[in-house]
């Protein structure tokens, strides 16, 4: 079986700067793309799951978001970086519009996400990682059985959804790779 370091996006990998789904708007948080290339290794696959209720809201739509993964990629490629695979959660059970208002279980703090992409690359979840700025990824990596890094970038977990604790805090994505390479799994 795989291993995932599942990453969340927005405050994570990029800057947040709400609902950010304009190209304009593209920035890395600081070292992400240093930590992404330290991650790329046989070891872990690289995932990003990303909630996008901006577009269950009607702010943006799945184009305007999938343009902007799009510019994310090439920038990624052009600094070596390989993402294995994506998912995102367009829903809000109570202020989505339309087919996007519903209780689903791809939202996070739920591992809708987690449990697909378990499947489709066969994917131990207990020998992955979750990384991400708000405890709602630190609670979802916690509900699917994975270990968690919770960074100092983005919310900060400062959104207090959860009373979790992450495995780790790390101050940006490049102390949580460090973290990671040095932590391994036991076999």
């Known amino acids: ?9 927005d405050g994570t990998i990029t800057v947040d700067t709400g609902y950010t ?21 046989p070891e872990y696959l690289l995932i990003i799951v990303t909630g996008q209720s901006g577009i269950g809201r009607g702010m943006y739509t799945e184009q305007d978001y999938h343009k902007f993964m799009k510019a994310m ?8 970086i390989n993402i294995d695979g994506e998912y995102f959660c367009p829903h809000h059970p109570k202020e989505g519009i339309g087919k996007y208002k519903i209780d689903c279980e791809c939202r996070k703090p739920k591992i809708g ?8 690359f066969n994917i131990d979840l207990s020998q992955s990682w979750v990384i991400g700025d708000k405890t709602d990824d630190i609670e979802m990596g916690r509900r699917a059985g994975c270990r968690t890094i919770l960074v100092r970038a983005g919310k900060c977990g ?5 009373d979790v604790k992450p ?15 040095a932590n391994p799994f036991k076999t």
């Open 1 to 9: 079986m795989n291993k995932a370091i599942f990453l969340d996006k």
């Open 21 to 41: 789904y304009k190209v304009e708007d593209l920035k890395f948080e600081d070292n992400a793309l240093i930590a992404l290339r330290l991650l790329q290794t």
């Open 73 to 80: 990629y090439e920038k990624f490629r052009l600094e070596g």
């Open 113 to 120: 996400m987690l449990e697909q992409a378990a499947r489709e």
């Open 158 to 162: 400062k959104d207090k959804n959860f």
């Open 167 to 181: 495995d780790y805090t790390a101050n940006d994505l490049l102390e949580a790779a460090a973290y990671v390479i």
